[in-house]
């Protein structure tokens, strides 16, 4: 293992070991979130959503069968 991969998995083991952590503290966040003082925040925030919203046309699952299909032919499983 190289000195750049032991730095890669020190750095991986890292946030696994941090994770629960901050889990607990996002967790925390938005269980003691003040709505009331914020609501003109999360009114802004939906109404650029609505502003910025892109009218479907369809449901993504034809773009997802034609993303599987390149991935089969990339690997060799169909020709």
């Known amino acids: 293992m190289t000195k750049n ?5 020190k750095w991986v083991d890292t946030w696994k070991q941090a994770a629960p952590a901050l889990h607990a503290i996002r967790k925390k966040e938005l ?17 650029y959503a609505c502003e910025h919203a892109v009218e479907r046309t369809t449901t993504g699952l034809i ?17």
């Open 5 to 9: 991969d032991q730095n890669i998995a």
């Open 31 to 47: 269980s003691n979130f003040e709505y009331s003082s914020n609501y003109k925040l999360i009114d802004d925030m939906l109404q």
């Open 63 to 79: 773009e997802q069968q034609r993303l599987f299909k390149k991935f089969a032919l990339k690997m060799g499983m169909i020709k």
